[in-house]
């Protein structure tokens, strides 16, 4: 047995790093820091079977003789290939691309008031949470940058066991009872007969099935919306969805619906954007949120409760039951209660991410249900998937699942359990046990569900108080901006232009559309080549919930992990680069240095002529690793060779146009403006050299020339300073979506 390698006593260097790297995501550096890896897992260090057993080989099979058949009595590859073939498990039915993270939740104040909850009262307690963001439709391998609902799922660690916050980031759902989420899945994902599209509704079946259903109308705006295009998953915010129960140790009951708000801000993207992003990086929001969190600007969300007495519970013109409904903030204000801090990334997708199990029916006394339709449904389905998903009663045991709070109950055996039961007993009532384990009474954190009085006929029927699907779709599109309600019927014409079934598109424009709004529906009717409606055929309603619209949610005074790209080429004026990604680094900001290859671009005085700055600046990216969809802004500094050689460049000219489209802001300085000068920019003004002028600002588009026609400005540094400061506002205001003339732009 064994040939070439089988001498080997030690093993060799890299073939242990090769294996600790595997074992831990950290780089290990060499030898030593393997082996204390391994040491500290307690494993070994050797390569062994699953029954420990040393393999000394592991490149070739066992075969009769070097060009042999291969022997039935190969344990170890068997045992490699078997584990190998056994890899997947089912993808989740929905919701089946996330991306996860650690960390921990505090509250801000005792909330005792309103819940006897154990995490919400001691602000000092630090609850571990792991949290999981995703899209709804596509597949695990599919694209982030999707148009679709995020989930945002929370499980806390908390001392009286898991509670788990399975939200989204819109806060109504599209159907108002559980039994009808399998239609919903199979409408919206991929057609049966040809498997496409991958991750979008922009087909027959979606629409056909939306068209239908007018309880949708209020979900399908948000989903239009630029909601659907969360420029990173640390700026969207969270919803429960559901009106839950808070419940205090009085047993007094409230009703309470969740929300998460991120600290840095609610922000979108373009959808052409998204849907470049989506081939040039598929991984791009999970990409994100790794790199955040490695970089140490953990992501943080504020959670927030809106609480409705008991006894108002019938004084809203909607019903509180009903998940396509919303509670406008100017009614029932969101009382901020405590934050989310993500420290910490996953150590293993697979073991975290994919195995992580959550449901809504995970509650710890003081949080409770109510008869929300839809939230009853989603109590039965949670634990049934994951019963076939994670292959059985036990996965509760697996190490992401754990809840800190012993866990003690007759439950025993079944497929992968982990926990050695002792004793005789595994039944209540006993006495062999010593009558173990007891039942707690309700002060020593019993759950006891809150009490209901639940009076009906046994009847399929949706209430009354669920019929009105439209007022508050007409709402959230009232409270939109302009250049969000552009979006969004841009996004209609997009799924609905996708559509080939006339009628459904017919049937969306006039049954539904119309009934929101109608030059909604006009608009939409224009692009997809439907006979307009001739008037609207719904309820004129004016009422506004500012919050609804994501500029209302924007922190224009942050550019805190935004992402700067530096467009240079030798000549480069290195003084101005450097002052320029100094002053975005020192606001939190990324400044990426772009040019034809990797490494070191040679500097110029902005003159043409010999080096200001001999150590000349570093590109990190160049225009074949990155493009402008994968960021914020764009800056082009001065320098007369490096300003000509870009001006040549199809890719940097692309670079500016796109960016420009997209409405992100572009800062240029010095020759830096004579890039944008070739590239298109209709409608725009840019500072004159010969005017010697201020910071020119013009619709996002921030210029300044740093030095006078000869070459040296006595208030350089004053310049800079004004440009670093127009340019960080404008950066601050992330979109500007007044360029009425981009659609001219060629990009
Ligand atoms: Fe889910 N949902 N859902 N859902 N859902 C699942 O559970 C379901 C609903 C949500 O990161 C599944 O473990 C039904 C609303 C999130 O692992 C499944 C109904 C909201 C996640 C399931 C709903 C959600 C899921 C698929 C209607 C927002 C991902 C795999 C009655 C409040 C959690 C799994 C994660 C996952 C069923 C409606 C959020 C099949 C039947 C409303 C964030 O059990």
Redesign the pocket.
């Given at each position: 047995m064994g040939n070439k390698g089988s001498a080997q006593s030690k093993p060799r260097k890299d073939k242990v790093n090769a294996a600790a790297k595997q074992a831990n995501n950290q780089q290990v550096e060499d030898k030593d820091q393997a082996l204390a890896h391994y040491r500290e897992e307690g494993t070994d260090e050797y390569l062994t079977t699953n029954q420990g057993v040393r393999v000394n080989h592991t490149d070739d099979s066992l075969k009769a003789g070097a060009r042999g058949p291969t022997l039935m009595e190969d344990f170890h590859f068997r045992e490699k290939m078997t584990h190998f073939d056994h890899e997947r498990i089912p993808e989740?039915?929905?919701?089946a691309r996330?991306s996860a993270a650690h960390g921990y939740f505090q509250v801000y104040e005792p909330l005792s008031e309103l819940t006897k909850a154990g995490f919400l009262q001691d602000p000092s307690k630090q609850t571990p949470v792991f949290a999981?963001f995703?899209t709804v439709v596509g597949s695990r391998g599919s694209a982030d940058t999707v148009r679709d609902v995020r989930?945002?799922?929370v499980k806390f660690y908390t001392e009286e066991g898991i509670f788990d916050l399975?939200?989204?980031n819109m806060p109504v759902?599209f159907?108002q009872d559980?039994i009808k989420?399998p239609d919903l899945v199979h409408a919206i994902k991929p057609e049966p007969h040809n498997e496409m599209p991958q991750a979008s509704a922009a087909h027959d079946t979606f629409w056909d099935f939306i068209s239908l259903l007018p309880e949708s109308a209020h979900m399908i705006m948000w989903v239009l919306s630029d909601r659907a295009l969360p420029r990173s998953l640390r700026m969207m915010e969270g919803?429960?969805?559901?009106t839950f129960r808070f419940v205090n140790d009085a047993g007094k009951a409230r009703f309470v619906k969740f929300h998460w708000k991120p600290v840095l801000g609610t922000y979108g993207m373009v959808w052409d954007e998204c849907q470049k992003l989506a081939g040039k990086n598929p991984d791009w929001l999970r990409r994100d949120l790794w790199d955040a969190i490695e970089m140490g600007n953990y992501p943080e969300f504020e959670l927030g409760v809106q609480i409705v007495e008991e006894e108002n519970e019938h004084s809203f013109d909607f019903d509180l039951l009903d998940?396509t409904k919303i509670i406008p903030e100017d009614e029932v204000p969101v009382r901020i209660i405590g934050k989310m801090t993500l420290n910490r990334n996953p150590d293993n997708f697979f073991a975290e991410t994919e195995q992580?199990?959550?449901h809504?029916g995970h509650v710890v006394a003081g949080i409770d249900f109510t008869n929300d339709p839809?939230l009853q449904?989603?109590l039965f389905?949670?634990l049934?998937?994951?019963l076939i998903?994670l292959g059985g009663p036990n996965f509760h045991e697996l190490p992401i699942n754990r809840p800190l709070a012993p866990v003690h109950n007759n439950q025993r055996d079944g497929y992968g359990r982990q926990t050695i039961n002792k004793g005789r007993t595994s039944y209540t009532p006993n006495s062999l046990g010593g009558g173990c384990p007891m039942t707690a009474p309700e002060n020593m954190g019993g759950y006891v569900h809150h009490m209901e009085r639940v009076d009906g006929h046994k009847i399929r029927e949706r209430s009354d108080s669920f019929k009105d699907h439209f007022s508050q779709a007409t709402m959230f599109w009232n409270s939109l901006t302009q250049a969000e309600q552009d979006h969004l019927v841009d996004a209609g014409r997009f799924e609905l232009g996708k559509v080939t079934t006339p009628e459904v598109q017919q049937r969306m424009v006039h049954e539904i559309l119309n009934r929101i709004d109608h030059q909604l529906a006009v608009r939409v009717a224009k692009g997809i080549g439907v006979e307009p409606p001739a008037e609207f055929a719904g309820k004129a309603i004016d009422k506004k919930a500012p919050e609804v619209s994501m500029e209302f949610r924007t922190r224009p005074d942050s550019i805190e992990s935004r992402r700067v790209a530096i467009l240079a080429a030798d000549g480069v004026n290195a003084v101005e680069v450097k002052a320029v990604q100094a002053g975005l680094q020192a606001q939190g900001a990324q400044a990426d240095v772009i040019a034809e290859s990797l490494g070191r671009v040679a500097s110029g005085d902005g003159n043409g002529n010999g080096n200001s700055d001999g150590d000349g600046v570093k590109a990190n990216e160049t225009f074949l690793t990155v493009a402008s969809v994968m960021y914020d802004a764009i800056y082009v500094p001065g320098g007369q060779q490096s300003a000509a050689a870009l001006q040549q460049n199809g890719d940097a000219l692309f670079f500016i146009n796109e960016a420009f489209k997209h409405c992100k802001p572009i800062g240029a300085t010095s020759e830096g403006i004579e890039l944008l000068q070739a590239a298109s920019m209709p409608g725009i003004q840019l500072a004159d050299q010969k005017a010697d002028q201020q910071t020119v600002v013009d619709k996002g588009v921030v210029t300044q020339w740093m030095t006078t026609g000869t070459g040296k400005g006595s208030q350089k540094g004053t310049k800079a300073d004004a440009f670093l400061n127009d340019f960080v506002q404008a950066i601050g205001e992330h979109r500007h979506w007044e360029r009425a003339e981009k659609g001219q732009v060629p990009a």
């Open positions: 989740r039915v929905v919701h996330g999981r995703s989930g945002f799922a399975v939200g989204n759902f159907i559980g989420f919803f429960g969805v559901h998940p992580v199990a959550f809504p839809l449904g989603r389905s949670y049934d998937t994951q998903r």
